[in-house]
């Protein structure tokens, strides 16, 4: 305490107070303009760790990739809390896609309470694209085993539980910004809503195959174990081929619908490199679909005795390095345990001109043959576009035609589509059958071409 007789007065006070002013503010110019970034920053950061010393609170930093792959500690947190909503939340994020039925709230902030003990949470991210996530879990540093042990092993419990049971599936596609990096994983895929009303009971193919087919996949699904126990990858592979329009997209839809599986559209002639193929094929999630539509058309595949040249894309003026070993590689090879639960597609519209590398057991598993439209799946076509049965006495007719004619169930689709009443509708599908004319290879053939066929690859 000053005495009373040597109390400074009011305005040495203010003298000194302006004079510690001014020196900081040379301070600050000198620091900011003479000093080098490097020096500046070694001394700021020293600073900021002399008072963390003094701190309470114990930070975890959880990024969104570990790596090439996605940390699930990140993923289940953004689960988890994108649906807690409580008072402690200030700053929101609004957002709602065109073809989405809810609003989206992503909040920036929150504070939750674990066991009476406050943990803060907060997200973190650059408005730079290509930049990566995180989130930061702070709280008092004498709580440190309670949020370890028990706190986060519950959400990532709580969000596999909450994803099962409010999942909305989605369609993922290469994002704009693929042909400039990969690195990161975040903007590799764009995911959009896929609201596809594909299901095996619609589709145009025989009952017991599609049978077949759905009891194929529900045992690939469940048998993890058993694929650890022999030895392999959890995966399963299609190989879904025939003429254009014959159902291979529609049914790849109803596979998704029936496993409530994502699909990841991958389409190879935006790859350029295999180190290329490798990033994005990581990034692909578990419990999911990943698609090659047209792969004999894609990239020149077929023949691996100029595997050099394998790469030559579509486009004259663009060329790929991509090579059917780096394709094999994954799909059966050292990178196909880099997740599991997934189903991989494959659609050709002609299989003869694929390599017999592609086709062997454990890479394409199932071979389905998608025929041309038979009397038998015009019964479901009949159903779901006129609501008509076999009695109509305009069917037999049909069918007969339909028996000697390669019709695609796309081309039937299109001609019911013109009329909505059932007698018009099939007279003028009576009509087109009649002027495409009956094609002898049909009537010699019609055991082949007019039947679905499924083959089977033993692992």
């Not at 959880?62 to 090439?68: P, S, V, Y």
């Not at 076509?381 to 049909?398: C, Q, R």
């Not at 009509?431 to 094609?439: E, V």
Request: glycine fraction near 6%; charged fraction near 25%; aromatic fraction near 8%.
């Amino acid at each position: 305490m000053f005495a009373k007789n040597n109390m400074p007065s009011a305005q040495t006070v203010m003298s000194t107070a302006a004079s510690f002013a001014a020196s900081a503010m040379v301070i600050q110019t000198v620091a900011r303009n003479l000093l080098p970034y490097e020096l500046k920053a070694y001394i700021f950061n020293n600073i900021s760790m002399f008072f963390k010393t003094f701190s309470f609170q114990t930070i975890l930093i959880i990024e969104e990739f570990d790596g090439l792959t996605r940390n699930q500690i990140y993923k289940a947190a953004e689960i988890y809390l994108g649906t807690k909503t409580c008072s402690s939340m200030k700053l929101y994020k609004v957002s709602m896609g065109e073809k989405e039925t809810k609003i989206v709230f992503k909040w920036r902030q929150v504070t939750r309470q674990v066991e009476s003990k406050k943990v803060v949470f907060q997200g973190q991210s650059s408005n730079v694209r290509s930049e990566k996530r995180s989130f930061v879990l702070s709280f008092h540093k004498k709580h440190k085993e309670k949020v370890l042990d028990p706190y986060l092993p519950f959400v990532l419990k709580e969000s596999k539980h909450l994803m099962e049971e409010k999942k909305t599936l989605k369609l993922h596609t290469l994002g704009n910004d693929h042909m400039r990096r990969y690195v990161g994983g975040a903007e590799t895929w764009q995911p959009i809503k896929l609201d596809h009303p594909a299901n095996f009971g619609i589709l145009v193919m025989n009952t017991e195959l599609k049978a077949t087919i759905m009891e194929d996949l529900e045992r690939s699904v469940k048998r993890k174990d058993y694929y650890r126990r022999v030895g392999k990858a959890w995966k399963r592979g299609y190989l879904l081929y025939g003429p254009p329009g014959t159902g291979k997209s529609s049914l790849i839809a109803a596979m998704a619908n029936y496993l409530n599986f994502d699909i990841y559209d991958l389409e190879l002639t935006h790859i350029h490199r295999n180190s290329d193929l490798r990033r994005v094929l990581i990034a692909t999630g578990n419990r999911s679909i990943l698609v090659v539509e047209d792969i004999d058309c894609g990239l020149e595949l077929h023949d691996r005795q100029t595997e050099p040249q394998l790469g030559v894309a579509i486009k004259p003026n663009r060329t790929s390095q991509v090579t059917l070993s780096a394709l094999l590689n994954f799909i059966d090879g050292l990178w196909s345990s880099c997740g599991e639960e997934r189903i991989i597609v494959f659609t050709t519209n002609h299989k003869d001109r694929l390599d017999p590398a592609l086709l062997r057991p454990r890479r394409m598993d199932v071979h389905i043959h998608m025929s041309y439209c038979s009397p038998s799946g015009f019964d479901t076509l009949a159903v779901n576009y006129l609501g008509v049965n076999d009695h109509h006495p305009l069917m037999s007719i049909t069918k007969e035609l339909l028996a000697k004619t390669s019709v695609t169930p796309a081309e039937i689709g299109e001609q019911l589509l013109m009329n909505e009443d059932p007698e018009a509708a099939l007279k003028g599908l009576i009509d087109f059958l009649q002027q495409k004319g009956p094609d002898m290879s049909a009537i010699n053939m019609s055991i082949t071409k007019h039947v679905d066929e499924i083959t089977w690859n033993k692992i």
